[in-house]
């Protein structure tokens, strides 16, 4: 499977600490995609990162990429109740990981 | 207008019915998407169609029948389910043609069925 996996599998913080999520993956990948999906709802696209980009930045996210571990990861600093969510990495070929499921705590 | 719509949200079937999932966006995008969502679980992809013709079936059973009849429709018909197929099913689309390359998804909110 090309699919990524995340870890940790769940998550859980005080709100305004920052939570990191990493996701492996198999094979050669054009871009990888992070993505958000509040209980029993759609997913919402939170980020893509290219191939030949190593960092990317939106809000208050962060990811990062290395091709030759094969991994990504995704931080979300100074969390808020709202980002209490699943979040699941996409590799090339629209398949999704595992997910990490993160509660944030009021 | 950034989103896609889904109907029915929720659906009761029993074993023996036919329906049907649909699916619509007006985003002009050229591929659309099909995936199955069990609890706690990832969603797993079952279709894509790009410019309206279907290019990937993720060995689907045939109890699924997916149909595009323009660039802004998708449907999913459903016939002689089984209680296992109960899940949540979300459609999406995106630019592009939907291979391998494909950027951003956007997704509806999901329908969720029950087989009875």
């Known amino acids: 499977s090309q699919q990524g996996e995340e870890d940790p599998q769940a998550l859980s913080i005080q709100e305004g600490e920052n939570a990191t999520m990493n996701c492996s993956y198999k094979t050669s990948i054009n871009n990888l995609q992070w993505y958000r999906q509040n209980s029993g709802r759609g997913l919402v696209h939170l980020i893509l990162?290219?191939?030949?980009?190593r960092e990317k930045h939106s809000g208050r996210l962060r990811v990062t990429l290395d091709t030759s571990k094969k991994s990504s990861s995704l931080l979300i600093t100074a969390s808020r109740a709202a980002d209490t969510a699943s979040y699941f990495c996409a590799a090339t070929r629209l398949s999704f990981g595992a997910g990490t499921t993160v509660t944030v705590r009021a | 207008d950034t989103e896609v719509t889904q109907t029915p949200k929720h659906l009761v079937m029993g074993m023996t019915n036919k329906k049907s999932l649909k699916c619509e966006q007006h985003?002009?995008?050229?591929?659309m998407y099909w995936y199955k969502q069990k609890a706690k679980k990832p969603p797993e992809l079952m279709f894509v169609y790009s410019y309206e013709k279907l290019s990937i079936n993720e060995s689907v059973p045939s109890r699924f029948s997916p149909e595009c009849p323009n660039s802004s429709l998708l449907n999913l018909h459903l016939h002689a389910l089984q209680p296992e197929d109960s899940a949540l099913y979300l459609c999406a689309s995106s630019q592009g043609r939907g291979g391998a390359n494909t950027g951003e998804l956007f997704f509806g909110e999901g329908s969720r069925l029950t087989v009875l």
């Open positions: 985003m002009g995008h050229r591929a």
């Open positions: 990162i290219r191939s030949n980009e």
